[in-house]
């Protein structure tokens, strides 16, 4: 039998994992010397590459020293925690890559504790040592302290660690010490990773991730946790429902370097391989289903997955504006898309309406959920969705909503305006502590007051706010939150903003659009500069020319330049009476309500209500 290790790397957010995972596989020579395979070779999703995070797991596999290594690189945001949770299943030991002189941060804190719970062995691999003010001796220390705060056992504690950095190409023991590269890490995972748990007993393997081809169809990816598979050989499929399924391996892949390797050999228990199940076209399998063994069928107990703490309304995109941009638009092509998703999305679910043309959506965070409307509208879809409301939940017949602990480092001049913003938005400092020249701020803060804050601290730190959160638990209900939003500036007319009208209209707040733009009544078009009062306002008008001279003092109409939300800001920014319009190229905030006498109807009604 082939020596194995099934490792899983996990880290905070942009700690240097992925760049980690390229250098070994450049040092297990799956490359030529010459061969240019560019930067994050997997992070291959366009979404990855351009935000620089991983979203989802992948699986490659390196030979070192006669040892296959099974390495699964994982997410470091808690929104993707569903992702990270399934993985580890399939892991004996982790890296845990922490930034020299970052320290564990809270997503940190989140994957380990997973991993530690799972009892996998790990491997601390002290990464960035060429950072300036950098101590990676205290870094160690701190891991060690967070590793013995979450409850590891005394294995686990007495951890190896490589100094290093992924970037530079090298790993060793002394962060003094440069290495030619990366072996000694290399070396520390066949010595220190132990060899795959193997069960005895017949065929069982835990579908832990999902793969398509579109000659192929689905394929079950998962570790072999006990037995052995073969081409062409009957299993039974179990469901989480209970149910059971029979059917035949079509064709089993093991996963060598970066790629899958179709294989007729017989895999063996602690491998991790794909399975592509002979099954008929309306049965699918879904991750945390069980390949077993076909005349004695033992499922494993199904993946459980942390609760969403966040929800958004979808609905179809009915603005005057509908259709001109998407090609998929009806509520149709919306809820196939997302029911699709549930398939290999474990931390999201999706709720029906009494609307035909509306679901709720429910996810991890802001991230998780702007990562799918990101997806869809790169794939052609058109939708709006509504203010993103946090879960609340009765426990003893109270009230309870999520409560995040948030990280803020910056530099210590901007300490007290951070103190003071989070505190209005119902957070509890926590601890205070100085780095070098910065300040990390600990809290612990209701999820609602998350929503809208990174752009709040960015702006009150001048853009030098480094921020992470991560959900801890569920507490009762904080209260009212002061929440002095700004109101809107809302188009009157449908039709294109001139430079002119623009122009005039500037001491009123600043503009979300550009002149030339289209717009239509009923849209937020900027921001007015009165706390809770919405101002309408033509933006379409032009200056009547007389002659010539007019003209060209018209074209020199000078416009501050205006805000543009990303995708994340648009979606907190929005009010509850707003819906945020999504197309392939377009976003657009608007009133639900368009017109502006049946808005004041509304307001009316609710006001009475009251």
Known sequence: MQEIRNIAIIAHVDHGKTTLVDRMLHQARLFRDNQNTGDLILDNNDLERERGITILSKNVSVRYKGCKINIIDTPGHSDFGGEVERVLNMADGVLLVVDAFEGPMPQTRFVLQKAIELKLKPIVVVNKVDKPNCNPDLTQEAVFDLMFNLGADNDQLDFPTAFGSAKQGWMSDDWNKPADDIAYLMDLIVQHIPAPRVAEGNTQMMISSLDYSSYLGRIAVGRLSRGSLQAG??????????????????????????????????????????????????????IGDT?????????????????PTMSMLFTINNSPFFGKEGKYVTSRHIRERLYKELEKNLAMRVEETDSPDSLIVYGRGILHLSILIETMRREGYELQVGQPKVIIKQIDGVNCEPIEQLTVLVPEEFSSKVIDIATRRKGDLNNVDTKGDRTQLDFDIPSRGIIGLRNTLLTATNGEAIIAHRF????????????HKMGALIAKETGTATAYSISKLQDRGPFFIDPGEQVYAGQVIGESLRPG??????????????????????EKSTCTPPIKFSLEEAMEYIRDDEYLEITPSSLRIRKIILDETERKRARIAAQSQE
Not at 269 to 284: E, F, H, K, P, Q
Not at 291 to 307: Q, T
Not at 472 to 483: A, L
Request: with cysteine.
């Open 472 to 483: 801890v638990r569920f507490e009762p209900w904080k209260g009212e939150m002061n929440d």
């Open 233 to 286: 050989q009957p299993i039974v499929l179990a469901k989480r429902d209970g149910s059971h399924m029979v059917s035949k391996v079509k064709e089993l892949y093991t996963f060598e370097g970066l790629g899958k390797e179709r294989t007729k050999n017989v895999i063996e228990a602690g491998d991790i391989c794909a399975v592509l199940l002979d099954l008929d076209r309306n049965v699918s399998f879904e």
């Open 533 to 554: 009062n919405d101002i309408v306002i033509n933006v379409v008008t032009a200056k009547n020319l007389t002659n010539m001279r007019t003209k060209s003092a018209d």
């Open 291 to 307: 390949i077993c063994d076909a005349d004695n069928p033992e499922p494993l107990a199904p993946i459980k997955v942390d609760e």
